[in-house]
């Protein structure tokens, strides 16, 4: 049996990820950026609002003239005017006056708050009863409160959501310096893989693979694309990780799950001019047979060839990944949401190997969650999409047993 | 003041939106098919595998002869082929013999059981000790056992993972049907609102609403287009609503925070031939006044005017009714993350309305979450900016005492 030349933990494998170059900048759209990553400070060039305005329907007020207002004693004050929207007032409002003013109005000078239409009463055709006091600023979103002229409205790194968007269509910034999303050649081999849209002849099997991998790209929020399937053969594994190298971020390359196929991929892949190989094996399960190899900044995955194996590596270290070249943080994955279960059944796993284990979920009567582990050979897809999310057990547990609160990741 | 017409309960608001039929069904490539929804259960039309398989590199056995094989009395077989991949070995296995197998290679006749190449040993040219029994169907993965022709592969309402995109990709099928995704027509109204790329005179704001809204629709994997700013006109408002139910399925349409302005958009709505109103308010905070409405099967979300109560409106509601439409459960959102935090302040809020409190999230020194209220006046894009998620008080709940653990929902 052939030994793995450098089998790392897991930890390290992230660190080695971490040690890449994040991408170049681009500029797009503000609409186009949501999910994008800032790959600069975004500075603020006016106020918001660039003057003082209503948060609420009611009457903008001199505050100190309603000092004392209540049901019983209210305060009396002239209605001068109303405010229109989409305006900025022309008058001023004198001590003793109130103007009407609507939801995000802007305060007519001589204004410092506004008094909710609730607590008002109408006192003939031009006056108003006002029965609570409003202190300065009540009910007033004072110019520059929400962002100042000069200061960092959004910090490079800064993931944008909605809300982002939206505060930054407020400022009229209508373009974003982002990271660029990484682009992925996904490249199947494998002498007894044939295309998905082949009937595979006795002995040969379809191309799962790039297409699992494929998707797992999509749901990260970048694009790849798919080389030929490349049969087992040192010099087109070489040529092909060569095109995927020429043009894309990132090379994911399946296959070779047996030894002897596995040492071939990492034969041709060592036998690229300029290709470091970082790591030859990585203490997980399943995934252990997983190559890591970098030329220049970019990243040459060599991914198992059992689809179920591949796909929990690339759940692991690939989706993270893909996040950090776009400005995100290295972190080891499976993303998801993560619930809390009790375990069904006791585990076995290997110490020394971190072990991904497949579970379903169901809800228990009080609400809370079992996890059943999936049971199934290795190299069943089938497990993965009984699957309802993972268990992770670290390197040093010899497993877990039936009982056990464990947190499942839904992915 | 106005009475809102028709408030009703956050969860009563869901069961009206629940109330929507689905959107048709489309056919798409498997690669175009990640994160979308089967609309039709899809079947196996053959055995994965086609035969049976090894899950290791070894050699194929009659497990019979492995029976009682051990270190110190190794059972000796002939090893008499050796199985290639991608071919369906054409020869047979007699008692006593054997055949090199690679992981993933097919089972010659005659064989029922792989012994791993770890409990081999050479034994000169042409034999192999074996020293450890196998029983029959071990390391092999049957016939059929990933997926049996017939059966039910995946059901309709499956959201496809990569996984599934894997086991579809395996068993040949390169199209599914699925939902379609749902079409947003993004509207904003209102006398002050410009577009984005427009420096606004005195008393107008930019259209921060349209851009969040578009936004929030990208992030649920729905595309929308925007409608021109509609002034506060009720004929324009009507037009502008017409325009967007004749182009997509759904129309979001945000203005209207002050009292007047809301009753019109109201009347501009219910004017529509054909079109109910469902709610007209809605007892959560912010984002009172949101208004509901359908024509035929068409929904129409009258979006508060203030970015921060359209944006919680927008993730509470409409986000998650765009996942319903394309074959997904009718939840309350928002979706995201949840982290236990303890909360770092007290928190008021009001019986009867369902609170929706933007908070900070920082990390104690134990590992865990303190959530910090980001206090702030009402419309004020900032605080959604700065807030890493939300916290729910409930209807029934006066507030949150200092120190509660809480669920954020990381939004």
Not at 70 to 83: C, G, K, N, R, W
Not at 171 to 188: D, F, H, N, Q
Not at 223 to 243: G, H, M, Q, Y
Request: hydrophobic residues 45%; contains cysteine.
């Amino acid at each position: 049996m052939t030994e793995f030349l450098r089998v790392i933990a897991p930890d390290q494998f992230v660190q080695l990820l971490g040690g890449f170059d994040r991408l170049s900048s681009e500029r797009v759209s503000l609409d186009a950026s949501p999910d994008r990553i800032l790959s600069e400070d975004i500075l603020a060039n006016e106020d918001l609002p660039e003057g003082s305005r209503s948060t609420v329907d009611g009457f903008a007020v001199h505050a100190e003239d309603t000092f004392g207002a209540s049901d019983s004693i209210p305060a009396f004050l002239e209605v001068a005017a109303t405010v229109a929207m989409g305006t900025m007032p022309d008058f001023e409002i004198h001590p003793g006056q109130a103007a009407q003013i609507p939801t995000g109005g802007f305060l007519p000078r001589g204004a410092d708050a506004v008094v909710m239409v609730e607590y008002t009463n109408a006192a003939g055709s031009n006056s108003i009863e006002v029965t609570r006091p409003v202190t300065v600023k009540t009910n007033v979103l004072e110019k520059g409160e929400d962002a100042r002229s000069g200061e960092i409205l959004l910090p490079v790194g800064k993931r944008l959501r909605s809300q982002e968007v939206g505060f930054l269509a407020a400022m009229g910034v209508t373009e974003v310096c982002v990271y660029r999303k990484p682009l992925v050649a996904v490249i199947s081999s494998g002498d007894e893989v044939i295309p998905i849209d082949r009937k595979p002849s006795p002995g040969q099997i379809r191309d799962a693979n790039s297409h699992a991998l494929a998707a797992l790209v999509r749901a990260a929020g970048c694009e790849s694309f798919l080389l030929d399937i490349v049969p087992d053969n040192s010099d087109l594994l070489k040529e092909a990780v060569r095109t995927g190298l020429a043009q894309a971020d990132v090379v994911a390359i399946s296959g070779g799950s047996s030894v002897g196929m596995r040492d071939l991929m990492a034969d041709a892949v060592s036998a690229i001019p300029g290709v470091e190989i970082l790591a030859h094996g990585v203490a997980i399960r399943p995934g252990k047979p997983t190559l890591l190899a970098r030329r220049m900044q970019k990243a040459i995955f060599g991914l198992p060839g059992h689809p179920v194996s591949a796909l929990i590596v690339a759940q692991v270290f690939l989706a993270p990944f893909l996040q950090y070249l776009q400005g995100g943080k290295m972190e080891k994955g499976p993303a998801g949401h993560r619930v809390q279960a009790t375990l069904a059944t006791s585990l076995n796993s290997t110490i020394g190997l971190e072990e991904y284990v497949r579970v379903r979920l169901e809800e228990t009567a009080e609400g809370g969650w079992t996890a059943y582990p999936v049971f199934g050979k290795s190299g069943m897809l089938s497990t993965m999409v009984k699957a309802d999310g993972i268990v992770l057990v670290p390197m040093n547990a010899e497993g877990f047993s039936r009982g056990k609160a464990v947190h499942v990741i839904q992915s």
